[in-house]
């Protein structure tokens, strides 16, 4: 036996959690008709306290109190009324603005006199291009449906929408896997009968008999006759044709109309075909008890899965139930965030909790080697004064890679220059080591005299870079008495009297690593 | 405007995104203290086993080498920057060796690589001067003994009338992190 939440528990929770959308969504499913309405709770597509209620003021008065028992379950409405109207036309394919602005326009030509109407799309239409079919429906007599939609206004419940039975009954076709051109599908509905016709699987007409005086006696004959009427009814309407086949389907789901097909051999193109209790069941989600000879249940069933498009209730009476999705969008996001913030903080709290928790194990290792180094510092004074030592060491070696004698590098690189003739020194520029690179001397000098042939001295300036290579240094032009690249502008004036000419240049030299 | 149908399960949402975003801030800033701990409790630790390596290493060197500091300390080393001791070893020098130009300039000590080391640059306009004569010049200045420096920059003008030489010395002082506080 499954346990239950205890009772004080179950409210205690609902008080301080019940806007957490846990479990499954509740549903009032609500089926009205002359003889008042049948009303059911749907939880996990499973029906559940099955009401019947009369069409009086004690009827209004159990919903209220069923709605006042669940005020934030939705309530989804069906209607079963003989004041339907349908329409089935063909109109051009368009979307979304357009077509909500012809259908609109058609739905005001057709039913003008109820708010509750819509229009369905119905696939394409073969005969004609950019056709499509629409089904134009209505509830003509809005007064069946007043005081329950009263009830509802009053307690400010969320009404998801007003359906006629016969959309349900199209989605009990497509559940039931009934796939003939055309179908007539035949349910009892209290004390009338529910014809609903269908082609390619399509709601095009449907009306609701009532039952002849003598059904209660041979209630074969009074759905053979309702039957044939239906028939004639579109054969009238050339919504069938003559000699078309007709499939007609009768929900039988206590297994007692075993002589219908028998009794409608007279029409050779009516084929009949009984859904009998199994099949019912093993298609639907009733229980046993739920298949009663009425076809209440099993529309209330198939409520949640109506067609949204198929919903009668005007725009402007569904603002409660827009705000009860909202509430529940909001009240989801609200549970995520508290779930994602709880696990994201308790992730990382974790982890800190692991790092505190090693850094304290470093910590106490740290002190072991602290005092294990003390220890041997202070075993002799010699060692303890070992890290003063050290660094006074260090320090002496580091100053020690900054020394360098610049006097016999300039004195060299001279002796070399002055070995050259016609060359005169201008500047040598000394630097001491910085890092990694050794001592660089930058020399400054003259060709002297110079008579303008800067080919000469070039050749001449090649022959010094000889010299010095062969000295045991590493020379670099830097820069030449007159620059020869070919993307410079260069300019000079041998004419008399313009002054001396002068052919400057400079040398990089370091100390060859593998001298020549 | 809200409508009131949904005042209260907006305000549920604000109040429930308010505390999660708390509660997640405040457990990663507990989280960023504790990997901050963690990473110098890891630092200190090498450290500590670093000195603990080294220290066989460097017991050795002492005995073979002995105690170092004595002798770096005579040379003007360790100790505080002495400024006025270098610009009187200066002046004996020009007593000594007279130049026709003994320029000087000191700039401020500033801190070098190693902690404790200090560098006081010194700039020198010497003439006449050259190579050799600068040689002799800084083997005087070293038997003065008023600290340690070393030759960073030279700059020769032997064309000029009279040859001079510019340069430019760093002295260094060291002085133990211990001994200062």
Redesign the interface.
């Known amino acids: 036996m499954r346990r239950r939440w205890p009772r004080h528990c179950r409210a205690l929770t609902d008080r301080w959690l019940g ?1 957490l959308p846990l479990g499954r969504a509740q549903r009032l499913l609500v089926l009205v008709s002359n003889a008042g309405a049948t009303l059911a709770r749907s939880q996990g597509g499973r029906l559940q306290e099955v009401q019947f209620l009369p069409a009086d003021a004690e009827g209004w008065l159990q919903l209220d109190d069923a709605v006042k028992a669940r005020p934030a379950a939705p309530v989804y409405l069906a209607v079963d009324s003989v004041d339907e109207a349908y329409r089935s036309e063909v109109l051009p394919r368009v979307r979304g603005a357009d077509w909500r602005e012809m259908t609109d326009r058609r739905l005001q030509q057709l039913l003008h006199q109820t708010p509750y109407r819509a229009a369905l799309r119905q696939g394409r239409a073969p005969a004609v291009a950019a056709g499509e079919h629409h089904l134009f429906m209505g509830l003509t007599a809005p007064a069946l449906l007043q005081p329950w939609l009263d009830v509802l206004r009053l307690r ?1 419940t969320p009404l998801a929408g007003v359906w006629l039975t016969p959309v349900l009954a199209q989605v009990l076709l497509r559940r039931l896997r009934i796939a003939h051109p055309a179908v007539l599908l035949v349910v009892a509905q209290g004390d009338d009968l529910r014809l609903s016709f269908f082609q390619g699987g399509w709601l095009r007409y449907a009306r609701l008999a009532p039952r002849a005086a003598h059904a209660s006696a041979d209630p074969l004959a009074d759905h053979a006759e309702q039957i044939e009427r239906t028939r004639q009814a579109l054969l009238a309407q050339r919504m069938l044709q003559r000699g078309e086949p007709l499939h007609v389907a009768v929900l039988d789901p206590l297994d007692c109309l075993g002589g219908l097909p028998q009794r409608l051999t007279q029409q050779p193109e009516v084929n009949c075909e009984l859904i009998g209790r199994g099949q019912l069941l093993s298609r639907l989600k009733l229980s046993p008890d739920h298949l009663t000879q009425t076809g209440d249940l099993i529309f209330l069933s198939l409520l949640p899965s109506a067609p949204a498009a198929a919903n009668l209730l005007p725009q402007d009476q569904r603002l ?1 139930y827009l ?1 009860h999705r ?2 529940r969008a ?2 989801a ?2 549970a995520v ?2 779930i ?3 696990l ?6 974790l ?3 692991r ?2 928790a ?3 194990t ?2 106490a ?2 002190a072991a ?2 005092a ?2 003390q220890r ?1 510092l202070a075993a002799s004074p ?2 303890s ?12 070696q ?2 020690r890679t ?7 590098p ?2 060299a690189v ?1 002796a070399s220059i002055g070995e050259a003739p016609g060359v ?9 080591p910085d890092g990694q690179a050794g001592p660089v001397i930058v020399l400054d000098a003259e060709i002297s005299p110079f008579d303008g042939d800067y080919l000469a001295a070039h050749r001449h300036i090649d022959s010094l870079i000889r010299r010095l290579t062969a000295a045991g240094w590493r020379a670099r032009l830097t820069r030449r008495p007159l620059d020869n690249d070919p993307g410079l502008t260069i300019q000079g004036d041998f004419a008399p009297g313009q002054g001396l000419h002068q052919a400057v240049f400079q040398l990089v030299i370091v100390k060859a690593e593998n001298p020549a | 405007m809200i409508p009131p149908a949904l005042q209260t399960p907006v305000a549920r949402l604000a109040l429930v995104l308010g505390g999660a975003f708390s509660l997640i801030l405040a457990a990663w800033l507990w989280q960023r203290a504790a990997t901050a701990e963690h990473q110098a409790a890891s630092a200190r630790l090498a450290e500590i086993r670093g000195r603990l390596a080294l220290l066989p290493e460097r017991l050795a060197r002492l005995r073979n080498e002995g105690d170092p500091r004595a002798m770096l300390r005579a040379r003007g080393f360790i100790g505080a920057a002495d400024r006025l001791a270098w610009i009187s070893a200066l002046a004996r020098l020009q007593a000594a060796m007279p130049l026709t130009q003994l320029a000087w300039q000191v700039e401020p000590s500033r801190p070098g690589a190693l902690p404790g080391l200090t560098a006081t640059a010194m700039q020198l306009d010497l003439a006449p001067m050259d190579p050799s004569r600068l040689r002799v010049w800084l083997d005087a200045l070293d038997r003065q003994g008023v600290g340690v420096y070393s030759v960073d920059r030279c700059d020769w003008t032997p064309a000029a009338q009279t040859p001079r030489m510019q340069c430019r010395l760093i002295w260094w002082t060291w002085q133990d992190e211990a001994d200062r506080s």
Do not use: K
Not at chain 1, 344 to 349: E, H, R, V, Y
Not at chain 1, 385 to 396: C, G
């Open positions: 806007w400010q409660p705000h909202l509430r909001l009240a996001a609200s965030s508290l994602t913030g709880s994201t903080a308790a992730a990382l709290g982890d800190a909790w790092r505190t090693a850094a304290a470093l910590q290792q740290s080697a602290e294990q180094l041997l010699a060692i004064e070992l890290e003063s030592v050290w660094r006074s060491h260090e320090a002496w580091h100053v900054h020394m360098a004698d610049p006097t016999q300039l004195a001279a005169r020194l201008l500047n040598l520029q000394w630097r001491g």
